[in-house]
């Protein structure tokens, strides 16, 4: 036993917690509901939920069109305060479109870069969204899609690898690439590199310019805060973006938008990435929960998630582990993003068991993983160890039985 | 002189306009300020304002991830709505990404099914983005694009064209083509259509299953109210659904998104041109305004469309003509959707006077058409009257002269 009373240790950690004020700048609700899903949907900003009502009745609601005027440099602003979380010059993050759709393009504008390669490698942690597009782009450009296992990629990065394409931060299990070490093998074959930050933004340090990554996407709806669905960005360094064509030639990626040529010809720099025209409500979602975290610094966040998750792994050992629920993330924090996976075999079960009886809100991915996200901005140490100490609840009690196992046929 | 008192004129008609009532149902603000450019920015929907509220206090706020229960099946559900306004099956069309992503998808996909045919023909008419998107693909698959004059299209298609590709309703001038004659022509050839409707959706009643088409996208800022860069709508009809490919595969578009599995299997329908998360808070703001549109009911907005552009053409022949001003949209109204251009050497100057002494927002498009959207579900008469005596002050004053013309250079 780590600790003998878990929740009077968890009280007495929010009280010392240098960040414990800014939980008040978002929208709680009912403080007996457990957010542990931060990590899929980060909760919505005060100010967040201000600006978008500004947004709504006065920008829309009475400047109609001429609010414009503002609305069109969002995606660089967003940008340039994004590049500052990943480790970017301000001119080389975009906001715009899905992250699927941002993969798509920057996939397809690499490819023609290394058109003497066969092999597109990814491994198998990683996001199948994203396999499916390395996928698609494979099957149009005919090249294959090579899927290794995580702890092989560094070995099947050979010559005929024409780009490496992970997820930085595994979504099933929060294990981190050494991002560094994986871009210098590729640049050794002569590959590219393309990371999906989108479990790892706002959640850990990254520094994109310092590892000399080639291109990164990621979302904006987790750790950032950004909303439901809210728009991604893509990241290209500088001295490539010039060799980069989007596939997705729009307007907003023309040199001269409101010039109405009939000849594409591409923006310079980043801005040839865009395409059609943004959409505005979700993204300007995304600005309030930036600032915070620029606000509270990614070095204090990290920090705070650390001793978080640790605090978790220590009260699933004294608690969990004995019920048969395993650790399915690594348990050296430095290879740990800032969600935690637990395992059992009736995860899915236990999963809406927290959910509809015990207010605790994780999620499951399948075959046997419950994740707990843990987002330092608002995260209490008090919800951690209720939410543990619940789901033991419901496992001792076998109140999950009363569920089905929906998932089990999935494998 | 048709109307020797236009002011009494618009109010007399407003007084007898059946669909006066809805204009209640829009956020309006200052009602001096005449606000013409729904066609580009529709205005706020009360109930959408409302909607948007819940959506982000209470199921972003309060509900969080749980509320993805109801937000995932917007695409679809808001779909089946604009089908109803477009003349398709209810599972004929999709909401998701923008216009130009939705094209991409589109041409990629109708492109892989005339292998043999080396020409994408659209006209000079065409949205210039759109033209860029073809461009695009002609570049990324070989294929020639053919720019042709309007006139010219239904000479223009032969054997070799694999699609025609034209906006129904001309953003310029407001001119529609004859769906119907250029579909049938098209197939005659065996080419397939692709119909951009982003100005005809919602101000002109279209009947997509009726004229044979087999693509069609379009977006729903415009004349659908659905707020600044709301997400598009793409239509492909049954019987061709299955035999495409989205070239952009994402989880969305994959047959069992939460079955994780690595291989992607495309959905069944058109639900395999979904490709990331869509953007909810943009995406739920269409709704409101697409139910307005279906109360009032197409045919009456267009039989009240007709009359007001009429109106707006009668008063210009009475005040403005004199003064140097051409009508740039056609005459016969059944060829004419529902803005009208007006066009002056000075335009540019002329838009920008209305819009900063005279508190009239029409937009100008190069290089010399001050455009006057019509929106029959909140325009009045009266604004009408006003925009003209307005227009008319401007340009006897000369006051016009004060405004740089920066348009000037752009051919």
């Known amino acids: 036993m780590k600790f003998r009373d878990p929740i009077q240790t968890a009280i007495e950690l929010d009280r010392a917690d240098p960040l414990a004020g800014f939980r008040s700048a978002f929208v709680i609700g009912n403080p007996d509901r457990i957010y542990l899903d931060g990590n899929s949907l980060g909760r919505l900003p005060v100010q967040t939920r201000q600006r978008l009502h500004d947004l709504i009745d006065f920008e829309w609601g009475e400047h109609q069109v001429e609010a414009w005027k503002d609305w069109i440099g969002l995606p660089n602003r967003l940008g340039a305060k994004i590049a500052k979380l990943v480790g970017g010059g301000a001119d080389e993050v975009l906001v715009c479109d899905s992250t699927s759709v941002n993969l798509y393009k920057l996939t397809m504008a690499a490819l023609t870069l290394r058109p003497n390669r066969n092999t597109i490698l990814t491994s198998s942690d990683n996001f199948p969204s994203d396999v499916y597009l390395l996928q698609g782009c494979g099957k149009e450009t005919g090249r294959k899609?090579?899927?290794?296992?995580?702890?092989?990629?560094?070995?099947?990065?050979?010559?005929?690898?024409?780009?490496?394409?992970?997820?930085?931060?595994?979504?099933?299990?929060?294990?981190?690439?050494?991002?560094q070490r994986v871009t210098e093998r590729a640049h050794e074959c002569g590959a590219l590199v393309l990371w999906d930050l989108s479990h790892s933004v706002g959640s850990v340090p990254l520094d994109l310019n310092k590892n000399g990554v080639d291109l990164a996407v990621g979302c904006t709806y987790k750790y950032l805060n950004g909303g439901p669905g809210s728009p991604a960005f893509l990241y290209a360094r500088h001295g490539l973006q010039e060799k980069l064509t989007n596939p997705i030639w729009g307007w907003f990626g023309q040199k001269n938008p409101f010039g109405f040529s009939l000849e594409y010809e591409s923006a310079a720099g980043l801005q040839r990435f865009m395409t059609g025209t943004p959409p505005i409500l979700s993204m300007a979602a995304i600005e309030g929960g930036v600032d915070l975290i620029l606000e509270a610094g990614m070095d204090a966040l990290r920090e705070k998630s650390i001793r978080q998750t640790e605090f978790l792994v220590d009260l699933w050992q004294d608690h969990l582990e004995v019920l048969g629920v395993t650790l399915n993330s690594p348990t050296d924090p430095a290879s740990r993003g800032s969600h935690v996976s637990l395992g059992h075999p009736h995860a899915y079960q236990i999963d809406q068991a927290l959910i509809k009886e015990m207010n605790v809100i994780p999620d499951f991915r399948t075959p046997d993983n419950i994740r707990f996200g843990v987002t330092p901005l608002y995260t209490t140490f008090w919800e951690i160890a209720e939410a543990v100490l619940r789901m033991r609840r419901v496992i001792e009690s076998r109140s999950y039985t009363a569920y089905a196992n929906e998932f089990s046929s999935v494998t």
Chains 1, 2 share one sequence.
Do not use: N, W
């Open 145 to 179: 899609v090579q899927i290794c296992e995580p702890e092989d990629v560094l070995a099947q990065i050979t010559e005929d690898v024409a780009i490496v394409s992970l997820t930085h931060c595994a979504f099933k299990t929060g294990r981190l690439y050494d991002m």
